[in-house]
């Protein structure tokens, strides 16, 4: 590990914004995540004790990268390692570039002008000068942050950039603008590892699933009856079949195509009601806009329920929304991971989603509920939950355990400090991992396996297995 403890420190005058967070201990988890990711969490810290360690975004609230940051930094803490949340600041002119640069890594076509490429290195060059000295460990996250190692110096710091949006496609422009300030990182991190754009610059690369914290407020158990008290206080009415999507008002998560879906699926189910529940976020201007426009297509229906973290619906509020709904949709076209899957399937809630980034490794060998590719997919796959509660509850159990195993905070901090332990020269962690998506695996579980060359492979599920087989031995990818 690099030591910067005596290393001459910046003296900025004012400071990046630290994020306060309460504080966890991970003896907490103990009967909730499994033993044998607690123990190697464990294990990996102490190679790692006394770091100092910066996480670095673009906001303190709104979207997945928070909620992580939110719950993970204190269960650093606890471990023993000297962590720090930051926060870069901009306006909007930036975060309306930003949020291009976000499209453009999803695909989108249109391109950064030189205006807006002067705004982001502007507004980037003055959070640079505000980042302070005496890390050990610097985790950027996603776009935003991205330039800051160039424009402050590595100094004796490990870089590491986390992407957390699906970026295999991107629109080559908006890439190539990007990929000039990625040169210097020592590691990266994706969430799939087809989500590696083309030409990465980074010779380090790590795949890691995100995951839930099963013990924050928008997942920790919640009676039932408490739960339909908070809906009925919004305004729900749990007498009439509900369908729900969680998600940032964003175009990639199809919200005007959740509403075609719950048309459709109305000609069958009456009564049926949706609740679109949205977070805006500050970095996400263009949230706003497709607010306006879900409104418009709602038209008036009192069957669709639009609600918002700004008009008072926050954590407590989602939890039971995920917690009550009969189906929880989640109809994206292009997604990063889409943690609101192990969300919903947390709770026991069947699920019918897109085929889309991450969403179909939380689903795997058809857990959960099911994965579709149209407005008339999604609506059929919530009529035939709707009419099959035993089919629906089966579902959802299956779910709640494959969350379990895979898809919970602690394992998400292990596969971290094990990527920093690798880059900081104290060698591999003794883990089972999966050769496909990168998730920990039990060692005593019966799990999918392969004998290849004598070395046996082990995998988290059987769609892992075959993909390996198809990907890595040229085998076909149906089931022998």
Known sequence: MANTRNAPRRAPSTRLQAVEVGERSLAAYFNVAPTHILESLDHEAERLRGARILQLNATPYGGGVSELLRSGVPLLRDLGLDVEWHVITGDEPFFRVTKAIHNGLQGDPQTLSDEDKAAYLATSARNADLLGDGWDFVVVHDPQPAALLPLYGKGDAKWVWRCHIETGTPNLETWEFLRGFLCDYDAAVFTLREFVPPDFPVARVATIAPAIDPLSPKNLPLA??????????????????????????????????????????????????????????????????????????????????????????????????????????????????????????????????????????????????????????????????????????????????????????????????????EIAGNGPADVLQDPVCGLVLDPDADLPAIEEHGHRRVFCSDDCRRRFLTEQLGEPAAEP
Request: avoid cysteine; hydrophobic fraction near 45%; charged fraction near 25%.
């Open 224 to 421: 039932r009856i408490t739960a339909k008290q908070v809906l009925d206080w919004i305004g729900v009415d749990l007498d009439a079949p509900l369908v729900t999507q969680v998600s940032r008002f964003d175009p990639w998560k199809d919200p005007l195509g959740v509403i075609d879906a719950y048309r459709l699926a109305r000609e069958e189910v009456p009564d049926l009601q949706l609740a679109l529940v949205g977070s805006m976020a500050l970095d996400d201007p263009e949230g706003w806009d497709l607010y306006r426009q879900i409104q418009e297509k709602a038209g008036g229906d009192a069957r669709i329920k639009l609600f918002t973290n700004l008009t008072g619906v926050g954590n407590i509020e989602v939890n039971a929304f995920q917690r009550l709904s009969s189906v929880v949709l989640q109809k994206s076209i292009r997604e990063g991971f889409g943690l609101v899957i192990s969300e919903a399937l947390w709770k026991g809630t069947p699920v019918v989603a897109g085929r889309a980034g991450g969403i179909p490794l939380q689903m795997a060998d058809g857990t959960g509920g099911a994965l579709v590719d149209s407005v008339e997919e999604a609506a059929d796959e919530i009529v035939r939950l709707l009419r099959d509660p035993d089919r629906a509850a089966e579902l959802g159990r299956r779910g709640h355990a494959r969350v379990a195993d895979h898809f919970l905070l602690p394992r998400l901090l292990l596969n971290e400090l094990m990527l920093l332990n």
